[in-house]
């Protein structure tokens, strides 16, 4: 043997893996040490060898090695090094009866031994010498992957592994591989496909059987899934009703014809194959056959096995045909059986009883092999009527007393829900149905025909859920037995059937089929009456399982293989050809399966070990009966079994018991160590039920157990530094607290949750929160039993704290432990363990003595409410626990170590919160005991079950200032509210709104505390200042966690963390008003400072209004929203805008309910100052919009008013919603109206002119109507005097003098024209409230007084609200806009008098200000385009109205100019000259072109400052006014344009009077130079024209002018090329070369271009070149209209 290390270099891993072996349990045994130089990790053993896995990923095998050809020997006495292996880091090994496999870190396979079976799945060699790989390889996948392994597990002839994705693949020989196949050996590993899609979590091999641990399926996903109602593939009905007397059938058996043809190849035995294991349905997945799988020949049958036959069985080779009359042979055997047949499973017992199995299970049809594809055992489905009626009737005469048994057992449970209807992985061609068999759905759908007794007893059938009884009987009768006990709970869903809540779910899912409940029968529906209170789930699913490294614990455990030794564990003796679901294990939290050669072992998380099989040797430590299914072993109270190994004819157990250190027991045959070495084996003494084996005491702290052959072995370590026996406690204390759960839970909780009267023995509060607690506790056992798990597993494999959950995932014990004491601190309050007493008198008797057990309470004689709130606060108690033990566990290791910390910091986390919740305990039982004293009305209101008492004033240590000397007040406070209680009244004050400050003792002497809430504020005085001290600190302490939302409930603050003395002044709250008037009753939630609401907030009323918006001191303020709900229209009126001290002021929007619009400005909730109103019910079509000034909700002062239906608009004044004063009306048929109106009439002094030049200049009474003097004048300048009478348009009546002009007599003409516009409202009086809302945003009152740092102030906080919401909302702005607010942060800054580049820069500022309306001066040019377009677009379009529209412009020019010279105060006055002389003028473009002559100084022109910003703006409707105005003139020159253009260019020039030396004798033409010829056309002058045609694409009079100095300058520079010569133009010379540019540019509307430069030109500019340039312009215009062509 190899030595170990010299105790001089022996360090912690010579005390670590230590492995000893021994056979036997008797007192002489001593355990070998069997040394190597590493630590091992893991032992596996085989029937007379074994194979060790040590630190570094080495293998070594020891024992009889048939196998090793090489060696002289093959029996190795000292382990031998697997040197093929040496190359891989193997970390998985596993010995079969005389093969083995390891895994290799990468998931890589390595397979030797015996191989005549095919065992180590290498083909055409019968024994494998060393490790060889063995591919694993998915063929499904395209391409081909080779599978990654975990672990493997070998048997006699077979070999399973288990893959990184869960699924086990098989290889080998026998049923035991599960596959679909009888064709033995399996040389290629195969995947086992009836457990596909489930998560296997381990395996194991025996002898013949396999098992697997797998985790349950999680519950569906949508339970309320309508379920189909047909059948996918034959489309019949899925549930059939048979209405009885007093009862009706509902079944959902359905059988479909076409899934029996495809899939029911079974043989006699074969429908076992099916039925037994739960057929296809039980697993809920299997894939249907391949077609290549079913044999073409209906008379095929299967191969014999290749293996010969075990000594257990004789081998006889079954009939795989069945006979058509298959219902003959059948039947016999069902008479010979003690009870009627259940579910159709009598037929398969005759068969199975009948005919011995071959070793192999070839013809056990799990698999379905072998057979004719119509091998159903029924020919047809009358047949199948016959047979039932006569298998019922024969079964009914004979056993109806046996029948009202399995009526009872039906009555009190119920089948849990069916996976089926919800797995999507079922395919459609199956005869599958979610209660079992498909005979027994038949049985069901024919039961009308049979009578009434029959359909009471199929009904009770179809509802049954079997319990595991067992009656003793024969053989014989004990294997139909077990069937029949065990197939219908295979037929169900196989899952954890932890929740009580199965039995319900099974009964809602046949209740709700539709329209069916008023049938169903009365049994069914007393047992859905039952209290639902009783469906708590004990196992609450809180933590969630597929956390990576917890364990599940909701598992089951699957078998498969030859079962003669009852080692499948299904209550029969039968074989499985493919894996089937041991359900009676289900629920029992399976951690570990283990497998000896003919027995099975399951390790649960409660530390019981179940066994079943094969018995001889009492290796099941126990001697129960039957064998074949599980029953736990006998171990001694207090034995907390943790790990368990299987060998030949023994067990192994190591487990907790009273010690420190671990224990091992022993059960099975003691091996007789002199018969060995004869050579026979014999059988001696065995174990009745498991032994302690002495010697396991001087071993150490064992880790792990395994087993094989006769061999047993034990992992060991030595506790270096005490940490081994820290971590071994830790894990001791976490199995013992879990089994402490599960006893509350089996013992207490169970037996109590069954009683029917609970729920009204409690009341329905406190059976919400016992329910609640329940369910805590199951979350919080769930979470234990998982943490107990995952450290057994980390002391089998690498005893180390990583991976330690309770320091991983510490947030969720934390979090786990404070819910459930919530729970219970909940149930405490409320007197729930009082209210708990009278149930557990009912269920325990007197005494309940099981609480006192189970509460290890220490002192004797406690009432049984204590004793059940010590019960349920022992979890609470745990916490200490884990604080102790990670305390232990950190002092193994050095001091600045990151693992100390970490055990430290984890350690201080769970003890911190376990005085936490001490704490909240006290704080529960304290708030009990003020209950039980409080006077009884107050109690029922104010006791909650959240509800804590911090203090309470009875003892008058605090009473209300200035009360009554007779008053009674009583203040307690809670965790969330203070109550202010006097006589029979209380007032409750939540601490969230509840602000408390000291009042200063100085000059009073008293120790008050003032209190404020939203509607109150009172004083309250203390008795001392110790009183007043503690009252302060604890209001604003529960006012703090109250904030926090803590509450109670709160987790800790981690230590160091300083809590905040005093809670904000500034919080969040929610608040109903219960007194002021505005907001009685409705609900405030949002920010708050000192007791008022401030800051963003949302109030709901209860009639529907809601405010969402800022507050300011209780008060809406700022920007707001707010909606009212409008019933009569049943739409709501929405406002969204300004708020000022509670009331619309500023700025909104308001949409009424009845479709109008309101834009603009508020004050007082009403509508004042400038605004639009759009009536209508759809904007884009409304009748009217009303543009204007509005005062205390009327139209007051200029507006215009569009009535769009008449095809009218006003101008002018209004006052109380009237037209009232000076106004102009257009309409669309062309008439003008200006006059005086008055009561919303044109009443007074009016002048109407109509589109042909008609006018009439008089009185009016009405709108239209002429009554009174006046002067009506023709178009041709007749008129008539005197006196009129009627409505204009219609006959007119006239009492006067007709006068005809003279041709000479002009002047009266003249006259007339100027007239117009006089009685419209002057340009200066129109749009006041949008200047004054203009003013009043820079903080003036009214223009011009106020400061102009507080304008620039109030310029910089509009801009700052902007950016801000449109940092918020950035898609309302664009990107150019968002960099013109930051140009417009930089405020001009200049010292002294304004300069040309101060100017300049103010110039840029300005343009920038206006393009954007978040700027006051922006919003302003704005709102003067959209009133200026109101005005002048649509019917405003009225040439008559030239004149007022080019007034308002210059009056909005000189009016911003005003606010310009208030912001920039050292700009000079219209007119004044900047300072510094420069060469250039003012009025200049800004862009740089060239400027006009040199001046002595540049004049500041408010035109020019500011056309430029608002002209293109104003430009459309401006432009179309002259049009309209110049239409006839602009006619006759553009008919003379067209004509003179027809000619060539030197006629042209010719007919001009162009002297001829200014002719062009050559022209550039696309680049090239052409000799002007006579036919030359378009070509002189080119550039020029082109110049002048730009003249089009300008807006302000400024740039027109540019262009027409551009184009002389053209000219000039073509002449001067002509010449040769220095030149200087004469008027004479210059007129007709312009005039021929002008003919040749073909402006269309140059009559428009001339008088808007006319009207808008900059004044000082009228003198000067550009003025002469203009002149000469005009004069062309004017020749060009009088023109003769001769």
């Not at 004797?860 to 606060?873: Q, Y």
């Not at 000022?1140 to 309101?1158: L, T, W």
């Not at 204007?1188 to 009535?1203: E, I, L």
Request: hydrophobic residues 35%; negative net charge.
């Amino acid at each position: 043997m190899e030595n170990q290390k010299s105790s001089g270099e022996e360090d912690s891993s010579g005390k670590r893996g230590l492995l000893h072996t021994w056979r036997g349990y008797s007192y002489s045994t001593t355990p070998e040490r069997v040394l190597l130089t590493r630590p091992v990790l893991q032992a596996a053993l085989g029937a007379r060898h074994g194979v060790l896995l040590v630190e570094g990923g080495q293998v070594y095998s020891f024992g009889e090695l048939p196998w090793k050809q090489n060696q002289a020997s093959s029996l190795a006495t000292e382990p031998v090094l697997e040197a093929v292996l040496s190359e891989q880091r193997v970390v998985f090994v596993a010995a079969g009866f005389a093969h083995n496999g390891v895994v290799t870190e990468d998931g890589g396979v390595h397979m030797w031994g015996e191989n005549t079976h095919g065992q180590c799945g290498l083909s055409g060699l019968c024994i494998i010498p060393n490790p060889t790989p063995v591919g694993v390889v998915d063929s499904e996948t395209s391409p081909s992957q080779t599978v990654k392994i975990l672990m493997v597990a070998c048997g006699d002839k077979h070999t399973l592994a288990l893959s990184a994705k869960h699924e086990v693949w098989a290889w080998g020989s026998g049923c035991q591989l599960g596959l679909n196949t009888s064709n033995f050996p399996v040389w290629k590993p195969q995947k086992v496909e009836q457990l596909a899609g489930r998560h296997v979590l381990q395996v194991a091999c025996g002898a013949s059987h396999s098992l697997a641990l797998v985790r349950c399926l999680p519950p569906p996903q949508e339970p309320c899934k309508r379920l189909p109602d047909k059948c996918g593939q034959c489309h019949q009905l899925l549930y059939t009703m048979t209405d009885k007397e007093d009862h009706v059938i509902i079944s959902d058996g359905h059988h479909c014809p076409l899934g029996v043809e495809l899939e029911n190849t079974e043989t006699k035995f074969g429908l076992e194959g099916r039925l037994g294991q739960g057929s296809l349905g039980k697993q809920g997945r299997n894939s249907p056959l391949e077609p290549s799988e079913i044999p073409k020949s209906p008379t095929s049958s299967s191969n014999p096995a290749s293996t010969p036959p075990s000594s257990s069985t004789p081998a006889s080779e079954p009939q795989n045909q069945v006979a058509v009359s298959s219902q003959e042979t059948v039947e016999p055997a069902i008479k010979d059986s003690n009870e009627p047949a259940i579910n159709g499973e009598a037929c398969v017992e005759a068969s199975e009883t009948g005919i011995p199995e071959p070793d192999s299970c070839k013809a056990s049809s799990g698999c379905g092999l072998g057979t004719g594809v119509k091998a159903s055992p029924y020919p047809d489905e009358h047949a199948v009527k016959a047979y039932l009626k006569r298998l019922c009737d024969h079964s009914l005469s004979e056993h109806t007393g046996k029948t009202s048994s399995t009526l009872h057992s039906a009555q009190i449970s119920g089948d849990p829900a069916d996976p089926f209807t919800c797995n999507s992985l079922i395919p459609v061609a199956q005869s599958v149905t979610p209660m079992g068999t498909a005979l027994n759905n038949l049985m069901v759908s024919c039961a009308s025909a049979v009578g009434e007794r029959v359909a009471s007893t199929c009904e009770a059938l179809s509802l049954r859920k079997v319990i595991g009884y067992w009656v003793p009987a024969e053989a014989h009768e004990r294997v139909e037995e077990r069937l029949r006990q065990e197939e219908p709970k295979q037929g169900k869903k196989s899952s954890s059937l932890g929740d009580i809540r199965e039995e319900e779910a099974e009964l809602s899912r046949r209740l709700s089929l539709p329209g069916l409940l008023s049938q169903v029968s009365p049994r069914l529906l007393r047992r859905t009456s039952r209290p639902r209170m009783r469906a708590v789930p004990l196992a609450s699913g809180g933590v969630p399982v597929a956390d990576t490294h917890l364990p599940s614990l909701q598992t089951e455990v699957w078998s498969w293989g030859q079962g003669q030794e009852g080692q499948l564990g299904h209550g029969d003796l039968l074989p499985r050809g493919q894996p089937v679901c041991i359900n009676s294990m289900n629920g029992k939290e399976v951690l570990r399966v283990a497998a000896g050669a003919h027995h099975s072992l399951a390790l649960t998380a409660q530390s019981q070990v179940f066994s079943w099989g094969c018995n001889t040797s009492g290796q099941l430590g126990h001697m129960e009966s039957p064998t074949s299914i599980p029953n736990l072993t006998k171990l001694s109270e207090g034995i907390r079994v943790w790990d368990i190994g299987a060998g030949q004819q023994h067990t192994l157990l190591l487990a907790d018991g009273d010690c420190m250190q671990p224990i091992l027991y022993y059960s099975g045959q003691q091996v007789k160590e002199e018969v060995e070495q004869m050579g026979e084996e014999q059988t001696g003494e065995y174990t009745q039920q498991p032994v302690l084996l002495p010697f396991c005491m001087n071993l150490g702290y064992l880790s792990s157990v395994c087993a094989g052959g006769q061999t047993c072995a034990t992992l060991a370590d030595c506790n270096v530094m005490d940490f081994i026996a820290s971590l071994h406690e830790l894990a001791a204390a976490e199995r013992k607290y879990y089994c402490k759960l599960s006893h509350i839970k089996s013992l207490l909780l169970q037996p109590l949750l069954k009683l029917d009267s609970l729920s009204s023995t409690l009341g329905q509060s406190s059976a919400g929160l016992l329910q609640n607690l329940i369910g805590r506790l199951g979350r919080l056992s769930q979470l234990t039993g998982q943490n107990s798990a995952s450290l057994s597993s980390i002391l089998r494999r690498s005893r180390d704290i990583r991976g330690l959950v309770l320091l991983d995932d510490a947030h969720l014990f934390l979090a786990t432990y404070s819910e459930y004491c919530t729970a219970f601190g909940d149930l405490l309050v409320m007197g729930g363990f009082q209210a708990l007493v009278k149930p557990c008198h009912d269920v325990f008797g007197k005494g309940a003595e099981v609480v006192q057990r189970l509460s290890e309470c220490s002192e004797e004689g406690l009432p049984l409410a204590d004793n059940l709130a010590h019960l349920f606060n022992l979890p609470l108690k745990h916490l200490h626990e884990y604080g102790r033990l990670l305390l232990k566990l950190a002092t193994c290791y050095e001091m600045n170590s990151v693992d100390y910390q970490r055990l430290q910091d984890a350690c201080s986390k769970y003890e911190s919160m376990a005085l936490h919740l001490k704490r909240r305990r006290k704080e529960a039982e304290f708030t009990l005991n003020f209950w039980k004293t409080f006077p009884g009305k107050m109690t029922d209101s104010l006791r909650k079950p959240s509800r804590r008492l911090i203090c309470e004033s009875s003892n008058k240590d605090l009473t209300l200032q200035n009360s009554g000397r007779f008053s009674v007040n009583w203040f307690i406070l809670f965790n969330d509210a203070l109550v202010h209680a006097q006589f029979s009244t209380h007032h409750v004050f939540p601490l969230a709104t509840l602000w408390v400050e000291p009042v200063s003792e100085e000059n009073t002497g008293l120790y008050g505390l003032k209190l404020t809430s939203p509607e109150e504020s009172f004083n309250l005085l203390a008795s001392s200042p110790a009183e007043k001290a503690k009252w302060l600190r604890s209001i604003n302490q529960a006012v703090e966690q109250a904030l926090s939302g803590l509450g109670h409930d709160g987790i800790p603050p981690s230590t160091g963390v300083m809590q905040r003395a005093d809670p904000p002044i500034s919080r969040t709250a929610s608040y109903t008003f219960y007194k002021d008037s505005r907001l009685k009753e409705a609900t405030y939630e949002g920010r708050w400072v000192s007791g008022k609401p401030h800051g963003r907030g949302v109030v709901k009323w209860p009639d529907g209004r809601v405010y969402t918006g800022t507050f300011k001191n209780g008060l809406e303020d700022g920007f707001g929203e707010y909606v009212v709900p409008n019933k009569n229209l049943n739409s709501c009126d929405h406002y969204q805008g300004q708020w000022k001290d509670g009331k619309m002021q500023g700025f909104g929007i308001f949409c009424y309910a009845s479709g109008e619009v309101y834009e603009g400005s508020f004050q007082d909730n009403m509508r004042h100052g400038h605004g639009i109103l759009r009536s209508g019910k759809l904007n884009s079509t409304s009748p009217s919009v009303f543009i204007g000034r509005w005062q205390y909700d009327k139209k007051s002062g200029y507006g215009v008013f569009d009535d769009i239906i008449r095809g009218e608009k006003y101008m002018g004044m209004w006052m109380d919603d009237q037209r009232q004063g000076n106004g102009v009306v257009v309409t669309q048929f062309g008439l003008y109206y200006e006059g005086a109106f008055s009561n919303n009439k044109m009443m007074g002094f009016g002048v109407l002119l109509s589109e042909d030049d008609t006018t009439f200049e008089g009185e009016f009474s009405e709108d239209w109507t002429l009554s009174g003097k006046g002067v009506l004048t023709m178009p041709n300048g007749d008129y008539i005097e005197g006196s009129f009478s009627g409505v204009w348009g219609t006959g007119l009546k006239i009492s006067g003098s007709y006068y005809k002009p003279s041709i000479y007599d002009s002047d009266k003409d003249k006259a007339n024209a100027l007239k117009l516009g006089r009685l419209a409202v002057h340009s200066e009086e129109k749009w006041k409230a949008v200047f004054d809302e203009c003013w009043y945003s820079l903080g003036c009152d009214s223009p011009e007084l106020g400061q102009t740092s507080i304008a620039w102030d109030n310029i910089a906080i509009a801009l700052t609200a902007n950016r801000r919401q449109q940092r918020d909302s950035p898609e309302l702005l664009s990107r150019s806009h968002h960099k013109t607010l930051e140009s417009l942060e930089f405020i001009p800054q200049y010292m002294g008098p304004v300069t040309l580049e101060v100017y300049r820069t103010i110039h840029q500022y300005l343009v920038k200000a206006c393009d954007t309306p978040l700027h006051p001066l922006g919003r302003l040019v704005e709102t003067l385009v959209s009133v200026y377009r109101m005005t002048y677009v649509g019917v405003g379009a009225n040439r008559r109205l030239l004149p007022q529209a080019v007034n308002e412009i210059k009056s909005y020019i000189c009016r911003i100019f005003q606010l310009v010279r208030f912001l920039f105060p050292d700009m000079p006055e219209e007119g004044g000259s900047l300072a510094e002389p420069h060469k250039e003028k003012s009025n200049s473009n800004p862009i740089g072109k060239h400027l006009e002559s040199p001046k002595p100084g540049c004049v500041v022109s408010s035109s020019a400052l500011l056309l430029l910003v608002l002209l293109p703006r104003l430009y459309p409707p401006l432009f179309t006014l002259y049009a309209l105005e110049k239409e006839k003139e602009d006619d006759v020159y553009w008919e003379c344009v067209l004509r003179l253009n027809k000619q060539p260019d030197l006629a042209l020039l010719a007919f001009l009077g162009v002297q001829q030396k200014f002719w062009p004798v050559t022209v550039t033409v696309h680049g090239e130079k052409q000799q002007v010829i006579s036919s030359t056309k378009d070509a002189c002058f080119a550039s020029a024209v082109e110049t002048l045609q730009q003249i089009s694409t300008t807006f302000t009079p400024s740039d027109k002018l540019q262009v027409i100095q551009l184009t002389f300058e053209e000219i000039t520079q073509e002449v001067l090329a002509l010449l040769n010569q220095d030149f200087l133009w004469s008027m004479d010379d210059l007129f007709p070369v312009f005039l021929f540019v002008v003919l040749r540019a073909r402006i269309r509307n140059l009559g428009s271009e001339v008088s808007l430069i006319e009207d808008l030109m900059d004044p000082c500019v009228q003198h000067g070149e550009h003025g002469i340039m203009f002149t000469t312009l005009k004069a062309c215009y004017y020749q060009i209209q009088h023109e003769k062509v001769t």
